[in-house]
């Protein structure tokens, strides 16, 4: 229990540098989940590190690079909540529900809002370095 009464997870990490040590390794395992588990995080990942790679070497300038850059780093973020979500949909039950179609129907709208962001932002920055 919580100083307020609320129970707390056994899981729940306390403070200071185990909990930041303890974190980065959570992570860890989380990419590698993801990786694993998630053909569409690899899916996303596969065009991810060369459009940062050619981002890199694109003649713009920092910010649009950056841009560019985050906007690809945002679209596996979003991946990677939306995949949290089906898994805790998943744990609670696997039985057929409307409120569980919603909840991952919305995370798959909000990892495609973001894939198109990345797709406005790359053709805004990237289409006047195009010789038409």
């Known amino acids: ?3 307020t009464g609320q129970p707390v997870s056994e899981f729940k990490s306390k403070s200071g540098f185990k909990r930041i040590f303890s974190a980065v390794f959570y992570s ?3 990419f590698r ?6 053909h569409a995080f690899r899916q996303e990942l596969m065009i991810a590190v060369p ?4 981002a890199l070497f694109l003649p713009v300038t ?3 690079r950056l841009a560019l850059i985050a906007v690809l ?5 979003i991946e990677l909540i939306n995949s949290a979500i089906e898994a805790v949909v998943d744990r609670v039950s696997l039985d057929r529900n409307p409120l569980s179609k919603n909840a991952k129907d919305l995370g798959s709208a909000a ?3 973001s894939f198109l962001l990345a797709l406005a932002t790359w053709g805004i920055i990237v289409s006047p370095l195009i010789v038409w």
């Open 28 to 30: 860890i395992d989380g």
């Open 111 to 113: 990892v495609m809002l």
């Open 51 to 54: 459009g940062i790679v050619i």
């Open 1 to 3: 229990m919580s100083d």
């Open 62 to 64: 920092a910010l649009e």
């Open 73 to 77: 780093l945002l679209v596996l973020i």
């Open 33 to 38: 989940a993801a990786w694993k588990h998630e």
